[in-house]
């Protein structure tokens, strides 16, 4: 018998030719071997012949009604993402059919029931490692497995595996009738994609988790940008793309927090002997803390709301804000200045150090290990990384910091070109070109044959997204007309940059634009 990722074949369903035995990767659906069209084997594209086995159960419609009563309650007041709602309500609203729970195999747990021990349990099991694993760790392990009153649980994964984790194993947790820890909160995303394709190993198509060190990037650039670009919330499928990678590493973390923070403890260090000045608040000084409040209480609610993606952006607002208040007052030209003014620029280092401190915190979800650089840089204690939801300055006048030093490096444009060549896997066959493709490929040589640089190309995005987030800063701050207009002025102009590094007519896309609006 082969197992049913062994067989491929067209989806009953949605009619895709690539699905798997037991799931469509396009409709999400779980599905029989036996109901593929035009079924193949994985391995030598034989077609395979039908037998009849004996095989064990899930009696899912006799535990539809205590099903939907437990996905009431914990829907309504848990943190379900709507993916994992609409997929689990789906299930509920086709009707719940048996499913089978044993295979033909020569490997995998073994039933231990009469007339079973020759097969093996097939997904039936995988859930039940959550509560085994545990157990191999703590003796305790019913402390967090058998108290759901005191116990909350929290699971992440993509859409094509809510069903087991709101269906099916929820279902058998209840079958049992024991005090079991059941999932309370399930943050289910889209799909992410590579590039404009699927990720595909057997392809070669994208980076999978053993190629990631290969690659030489730190394994904190990986796990900024994939929550950055997490397929969560009400968005559908995004993609993940080296060009963007680069982007956002490099305006984002590079330019702006890492630029923030090196440059607040490098005036600390260089000019107050490491020493965190004395702050005598201002008016400005207090209307900037109000506004780091508000980001972080946003930080805080989204992330309780398993919103990953969404947080993050809160944590680099803070850190644009921090920059824009470092780059108005100046504080490398009140330090040459008078006494009073020397104390203002120390004023403006002290809350900025402390912003840095609190940024700290809220980076170490997602980046670990610039954290744990960070905090010797401020030479910082647990106590200073508690997450609360008000900004307090936490450094005290006279705290030493230590060395400060980059955080992050920036990405060339010809690392990207080699990662890209080298992840793009086998090209997907070509389509018959159609009048609009015919047009963009002529869009695109005339592209090439203009000289278009890949490094210049870079740069300016980089510098139109730097821009960019500066101008949103201003306006957020409520900056005067004047101020931004001119600010803006040069976000176009540099756009108009890109368009032309690119080999576009910014003349041209300036008038779709207003035809755009008209319509």
Known sequence: FLADRFVEGTCPLCLYEDARGDQCDKCGKLINAAELKNPQCKLCRATPSLRSSKHLFLDLPKLSEPLKQYLDKVTSV????????VIAYSWLKEGLKPRCITRDLKWGTPVPLEGFTDKVFVWYDAPIGYLSITANYTDQWE?????????????????????????????CQLGTKDNYTIVNHLGATEYLNYEDVKFSKSRGIGVFGDDAKDTGLPSDVWRFYLLYVRPEGQVNDTYFSWSDLMLKINSELLNNLGNFINRALSFISNNFDGCIPEMILQYDDKKLIAQVDRELNYYVRWMGNIRLRDAIKYMLNISRMGNQYIQSNKPWELIKSNALDKVRAGTVLGVSANICCLLCTLMEPYMPDACANLKAQLNTEPIHHILVDNFVCLLPTGHKIGKPAPLFKKIEQELINELKAKYAGRQ???????????KKNQDSESCAASGSNPTEVGNLESLVAEQGNKVRVLKSNKASKPEIDKEVALLLDLKKKLMIAKGENPEQVQGKSKNKKKR
């Open 78 to 85: 848990g943190h379900w993402s709507n993916t994992a709602k």
């Open 428 to 438: 997907s066959p070509v389509k018959e070109a159609s009048p609009v493709d015919v």
């Open 143 to 171: 402390q967090w497995w058998k108290q759901p009153s005191i116990v909350q649980l929290y699971q992440f994964m993509a859409k094509d595996n809510v069903p087991f984790h709101s269906i099916i194993f929820p279902a």
